[in-house]
């Protein structure tokens, strides 16, 4: 029987020609600029010793790695990684259905929905974060409502609590959760969903074994877009968080910019992104393992 | 079996499917065959349960599954594209219907060898959907339909993505494997070929009715409507006034004026008009006159060389206008060439009168 697809007269895929470079030379540009000079240069400087007034000396020492190890620093890895997990599950929680039913809603009304998700976009990230503290405060709209309504819940004390932050941290993440998703279940063929009904799978199960695991794709890909960003976010952190519970981006913040010692700040960024490797090795693994 | 009663299926303003009824008994290949957008795949569709009927019902084995989910009819369905789920191997392709419904381990694993043995894919049971080729892939869509044992099983276009060889080779594969397991088989497609080929009862659905339910021979040489005639092969299709009646026997005019002499057994005593149609391959054509009721004389105004088959545009001396077919039966034989003067004839019984007033 013949190939499924058959080879198709395409030029050698390997070895790009000129014209290929001349596209890609703006991207390289920007990556080495910004990207992988930046990363030199914290490499050399995690290895480096500060002086008093905040100076870096080229002096080679594993002297900041020990201090990221120091069980201060190691709590604050463990919070930021727990807080952004709890972040990524209520995203995807929250987000999956929202991102299913817009991708497969007729083509009118997803591009409706979808301008909707994106709406957040037109403001300053900064004053929607301003906006949630007013909602959040004490004397804030939430607790304002409540007690309005009269319902005999609240008032609440969110801002400034480890909730506020979460809140926070979904609020902003939320759309680098739906837009993949919704990518993957917009691609995803009808047929198959009528094969499992057909075949005798109900609503649930077609959706645990036809469902997920064809959009997993785009779960792993809005993983990796919520996960990463919310272990470092310090915006957030700082404005909702009232500085009370700091995370790993808190931390490098300071080490720069308060604190003035940029090799353990750059030693900090260094694991930080090792971490952020390490996490999209894992999910590239399963997201080809699915779609396979 | 199936029995569909009054059905109506409408999609806002449009009625996919008007007012059908239709019953297939147990064992049946009946093929459901028109053209695009007739309403066939809807028809479909409301025995599989992915539609609900607006009006009328869904029988199965006499139980009312109209409102029934897809998932609690024993019916099962290969889809035009297959509907492989991409991210199982063929094994579990295949074994999907028998874990949804708890089958136990052991047995489903017996089951899905058989499936797989009877489409000859027992050697690629590991492999994924993508690595294998349309036709395999037809194949294995076929043995996931089959290891639930569906009552019925219906079959939405499933040969139209093959290249036209291997498609050919499929039908007979389909036809031999209904007969040999006794299934019924729903069968849905737009090519007439295939409906004659495989079915042992075609209904010809247009505009979301059946316009004519009946075997292969019947449904081509006896056919009912305009439409049916016009569908199924070529016919030419000529308007036509009745001028005598004699028994089963009419003789008609044609618009230019040549009299045919045609059987007419269910005519309308008060039909005067008549749309007749005759097969291209009926008209004999011959240098010297055939014994037949009708006999007349013609010119070829053209021949196109087919391989099997020489398609001839004929020019009666009265004017009308034939398309017929003549087989190729030697190389050395004298073929008919442009501008020859031929005798035609014609049997009584190859004239049908498709629609009469």
Redesign the interface.
């Known amino acids: 029987m013949p190939a499924a697809t058959p080879a198709l007269p395409v030029s050698d895929h390997s070895r790009p020609g000129w014209k290929a470079w001349a596209l890609l030379a703006p991207m390289v540009f920007w990556l080495l600029v910004f990207v992988v000079i930046p990363g030199i240069i914290l490499f050399v400087y995690s290895f480096c010793e500060r002086d008093e007034v905040g100076g870096v000396i080229f002096n080679f020492s594993f002297d900041n790695y020990r201090r990221v190890f120091d069980p201060v620093y190691l709590r604050i890895f463990a919070r930021s990684i727990g807080y952004a997990g709890l972040t990524t599950v209520i995203c995807v929680v929250i987000g999956y259905p929202v991102a299913y039913y817009i991708g497969r809603a007729s083509e009118e009304l997803r591009n409706r929905l979808l301008l909707l998700v994106m709406v957040p976009f037109w403001t300053s990230f900064l004053i929607r974060t301003y906006a949630w503290i007013t909602i959040l405060k004490q004397e804030g709209m939430l607790n304002s409502f409540l007690a309005a309504m009269n319902l005999g819940i609240g008032p609440f004390n969110l801002l400034y609590t480890p909730t506020a932050v979460v809140i926070g941290l979904v609020y902003a993440y939320l759309p680098f959760m739906i837009l993949p998703i919704y990518g993957s279940a917009e691609k995803l063929d009808n047929s198959l969903i009528e094969a499992a009904y057909d075949l005798g799978a109900g609503p649930i199960r077609a959706f645990s074994s036809v469902i997920v695991p064809l959009t997993m794709p785009g779960i792993a890909a809005g993983t990796l877009l919520v996960f990463v960003p919310a272990i470092g976010m310090f915006a957030i952190t700082d404005l909702m968080g009232g500085a009370k519970v700091p995370m790993i981006g808190n931390v490098i913040q300071n080490q720069f910019l308060q604190a003035r010692d940029w090799p353990f700040g750059a030693a900090l960024g260094v694991i930080f992104m090792l971490m952020f490797a390490l996490t999209y090795v894992i999910l590239q693994r399963r997201g080809s393992r699915s779609t396979a | 079996m199936i029995e569909i009663r009054g059905v109506t299926k409408r999609f806002g303003a449009f009625t996919a499917v008007d007012n059908v009824s239709l019953t297939v008994n147990a064992g049946e290949f009946i093929t459901l065959l028109g053209p695009s957008g007739c309403g066939k795949t809807t028809l479909l569709r409301l025995l599989?349960?992915?539609e609900t009927p607006d009006e009328g019902a869904v029988l199965l084995d006499g139980v009312d599954v109209s409102h029934e989910?897809?998932?609690r009819r024993s019916?099962?369905?290969v889809?035009?594209?297959y509907?492989?789920?991409?991210?199982m191997t063929v094994k579990d392709n295949v074994g999907?219907?028998l874990?949804?419904?708890n089958v136990p381990t052991a047995e489903a694993e017996g089951r899905i060898r058989d499936a797989l043995a009877t489409v000859s894919l027992a050697e690629q049971a590991d492999k994924?959907p993508?690595?294998?080729?349309?036709?395999?892939?037809q194949r294995v869509a076929l043995a996931?339909?089959l290891v639930?044992r569906p009552k019925v099983l219906l079959l939405d276009e499933p040969l139209s993505a093959l290249d036209a060889k291997?498609r050919h080779g499929m039908q007979l594969e389909l036809k031999h494997l209904q007969r040999k397991l006794g299934l019924t088989f729903v069968f849905v497609t737009h090519d007439q070929e295939e409906a004659l080929t495989m079915s042992d009862r075609i209904a010809i659905i247009n505009k979301g009715k059946i316009e004519q339910l009946g075997d292969a021979t019947e449904i081509y040489h006896r056919p009912r409507t305009p439409f049916a005639a016009d569908f199924i092969g070529q016919a030419n299709l000529l308007a036509a006034t009745i001028i005598l009646r004699k028994g089963a026997t009419a003789t008609v005019r044609l618009e230019s004026g040549l009299e045919l002499v045609v059987a007419c057994t269910d005519l309308p005593a008060s039909a005067t008009k008549a749309l007749v149609s005759i097969r291209p391959e009926k008209i004999h054509i011959g240098r010297v006159p055939a014994v037949a009721e009708n006999v007349f004389q013609a010119k070829i105004e053209e021949e196109i060389f087919q391989g099997a088959t020489d398609q001839l545009r004929l020019i009666t001396d009265q004017g009308t206008k034939l398309h017929a077919l003549v087989a190729n039966e030697s190389a050395t034989q004298v073929a008919f060439h442009e501008g020859d003067r031929v005798y035609c004839s014609l049997h009584l019984d190859d004239i049908v009168i498709v629609q009469a007033e």
């Open positions: 599989a349960g992915f989910p897809p998932y019916v099962n369905q889809f035009q594209s509907a492989l789920f991409p991210h999907f219907g874990r949804m419904q994924l993508h690595q294998m080729s349309g036709g395999q892939r996931r339909a639930c291997l």
